[in-house]
């Protein structure tokens, strides 16, 4: 593994299901973070994480949850999916929240709620 | 609230220069970061800026002006894989990362 992968690459999904999106990196990095991308819009924030052992909420954190039980692994989970959620999601970790350091990206998850 | 304002799409030639602009308005500002995104790719780092003034990095250079909440990133001797969008994002005073929606530029020959 070199850098962030995410799984699954793509994935369509009917309403109400359960999804878990996996994000993994390999670079030691303290804090992880999820994006959804919709067009026309920036990047949101869902979730993040400083360090392992922690999460906190973003700017959209509803009708998602997510775990850190260690350094490398920030599963993306959606209890009950509905299509608003239907979106391109990105993972991304930084050495350190509390700094400057940059955001490195996974490749991302398109989802699509049905 | 916080927002970040950046022109959803541009068209430069290819071997011109192109300069993107964005306006931003944060509680708290802790740097500005431009971002490079490929069609169906994930963001990847360009720039970094906190300090007003010019920074320039090979063909990309970038701009920041804290007291008119300003920046531009400059793109010379344009390629035409430099085809992409370009995303602005502010860091505000809980380093969180508020992002605009993105500038597609477009490269002709």
């Known amino acids: 593994i070199a850098g962030i992968t995410q799984a699954p690459t793509s994935q369509i999904l009917a309403a109400g299901r359960r999804m878990t999106l996996r994000c993994t990196q390999d670079?030691?990095?303290?804090?992880m973070y999820w994006y959804r991308q919709d067009l026309g819009l920036g990047l949101r924030l869902i979730h993040y994480?400083?360090?392992?052992?922690?999460?906190g909420k973003g700017e959209v954190p509803d009708g998602y949850s997510v775990s850190r039980a260690n350094t490398d692994d920030f599963p993306l989970t959606l209890a009950s999916a509905v299509p608003s959620q239907t979106s391109v999601y990105f993972c991304?970790?930084?050495?350190?929240?509390?700094?400057?350091?940059?955001?490195?990206f996974g490749p991302g998850t398109r989802l699509t709620v049905l | 609230g916080q927002n970040i304002d950046q022109p959803t799409e541009m068209t430069a030639t290819e071997g011109a220069i192109v300069q993107i602009n964005c306006t931003y308005q944060?509680?708290?500002?802790?740097?500005l970061f431009w971002y490079q995104q490929h069609a169906g790719e994930a963001p990847t780092f360009l720039s970094y800026?906190?300090l007003d003034g010019l920074e320039e990095k090979g063909r990309f250079s970038s701009f920041l002006s804290r007291s008119k909440g300003y920046s531009y990133l400059l793109l010379k001797e344009l390629q035409m894989k430099d085809s992409a969008s370009y995303l602005c994002?502010?860091?505000?005073?809980?380093?969180?990362?508020?992002w605009g929606a993105g500038t597609k530029l477009i490269i002709k020959p």
């Open positions: 991304a970790s930084s050495d350190s929240s509390q700094s400057t350091d940059t955001q490195y």
């Open positions: 670079m030691r990095h303290n804090a």
């Open positions: 994480s400083n360090t392992a052992g922690t999460t």
């Open positions: 944060t509680s708290g500002f802790n740097g």
């Open positions: 800026n906190v």
């Open positions: 994002a502010a860091l505000d005073s809980n380093y969180q990362l508020i």
